[in-house]
């Protein structure tokens, strides 16, 4: 009966031990970028000018997407209601990346000059 005590108390060691670590991952995962919110038909195109039009765009059905500052890569945006206030202007995002889909997940998102 001990054993089997102990042997569980290790097993229940070991599974907080492994949840700690990926909650600790998620958090590591996460990114501080500058860049864009702009419209998934132009893109980068309004990195910088065309609020009005990204606004249109976007009222019109079109996705917001992220445009990455320094690269000028385009990236959807897996929660579009946390831009909805800065549509077409330069803004500073903490966000978790997905590389594989070339999304983003915006944690805090605030304007930027």
């Known amino acids: 009966m001990k054993r089997i005590l102990a042997s569980l ?18 958090a590591a995962d996460s990114t501080t970028i500058n860049g864009w919110i702009s419209d998934s038909m132009c893109g980068a195109k309004h990195a910088g000018s065309g609020a009005a039009c990204v ?21 959807k945006i897996d929660n579009p209601d946390a831009v ?13 990346a997905d590389a594989d889909n070339k999304s983003v997940h915006i944690d805090s998102i605030a304007e930027s000059k």
């Open 55 to 75: 606004k249109k765009c976007v009222s019109g059905g079109m996705s917001p997407v992220f445009v990455d500052e320094s690269k000028k890569e385009v990236w």
């Open 84 to 96: 909805k206030d800065y549509l077409g202007s330069k803004v500073t995002i903490t966000a978790k």
């Open 9 to 26: 108390v290790v097993a229940c060691s070991f599974a907080a031990v492994a949840a700690g670590a990926a909650i600790a991952a998620n």
